[in-house]
Nanobody, 115 residues
Framework: QVQLVESGGGLVQPGGSLRLSCVASGNIPSSYELRWYREAPGKDRDLVAS???????TYVDAVKGRFTIWRDYVKNSMTLQMDSLKVEDTAIYYCYLVAGWSRYWGRGTQVTVSS
């Protein structure tokens, strides 16, 4: 099993920044992809950004140019730097690890963007 723990959420004003972190522990695969999803109230859980085992990154259009994802292979961690935050970025953000047929979710961290 793999455990994922997110941190870094909070309340921020529009235009502000937050940095989310996700740390993996347990029986970590040798090769895996990491993703950030988010779920706003009353909406589906949607992909925000991903980083493959080789480091290739993808972003949904809504966050391109504002969010940056990276990972630390030694610490088995992932970070999401979120800049120029908007009210519509308000959601619970979840860390997700995928390795072959194995899938793991973190419990999420709340991000609230409000004035």
């Amino acid at each position: 099993q793999v455990q994922l723990v997110e941190s870094g959420g909070g309340l921020v004003q529009p235009g502000g920044s937050l940095r989310l972190s996700c740390v993996a522990s347990g029986n970590i695969p040798s090769s895996y992809e990491l993703r950030w999803y988010r779920e706003a109230p009353g909406k589906d859980r949607d992909l925000v950004a991903s980083i493959a085992s080789g480091g290739r990154t993808t972003y949904v259009d809504a966050v391109k140019g504002r969010f940056t994802i990276w990972r630390d292979y030694v610490k088995n961690s992932m970070t999401l730097q979120m800049d120029s935050l908007k009210v519509e970025d308000t959601a619970i953000y979840y860390c997700y690890l995928v390795a072959g047929w194995s899938r793991y979710w973190g419990r999420g961290t709340q991000v609230t963007v409000s004035s």
